[in-house]
């Protein structure tokens, strides 16, 4: 499976944005979906996952409560609505897919990489 992301931009703290991550490839229903995030001078973290079928997510504790990970099957897509954001959650975004004998939260399990798209929050 191919993904490509997209959304991001530079928007003021406290602001929202929706990143969106496309499949494409009859198979993306089999396949988990994380976003990753990279700042500058540190390690690509997972910031949230979901399950194949939608029924499971996950959120880094320091998106807790502010980005919301969803998919539609139908349209290959998996959408990370972001509000209440923060400088410190400028990064590059990443879409990654894992096929479902990993669980979502296993990082090394994602072996589909998206390009980055960049999310820069201004103070």
């Known amino acids: 499976v191919q993904l490509q992301a997209s959304g991001g931009g530079l928007v003021q703290a406290w602001g929202s944005l929706r990143l969106s991550c496309a499949a494409s490839?009859?198979?993306?229903?089999?396949?988990?979906t994380g976003w990753f995030r990279q700042a500058p001078g540190k390690e690509r973290e997972l910031v949230s996952a979901?399950?194949?079928?939608?029924?499971?997510?996950y959120y880094a504790d320091s998106v807790k409560g502010r980005f919301t990970i969803s998919r539609d099957n139908t349209k290959n897509a998996v959408v990370l609505q972001m509000n209440s954001l923060k400088p410190e959650d400028t990064a590059v975004y990443y879409c990654?897919?894992?096929?479902?004998?990993?669980?979502?939260?296993?990082?090394?399990?994602?072996?589909?990489w998206g390009q980055g798209t960049q999310v820069t929050v201004s103070s």
């Open positions: 979901i399950s194949w079928s939608g029924s499971s997510t």
């Open positions: 490839g009859r198979t993306f229903t089999w396949w988990h």
């Open positions: 990654a897919a894992a096929k479902t004998t990993n669980q979502i939260t296993d990082v090394v399990g994602y072996t589909n």
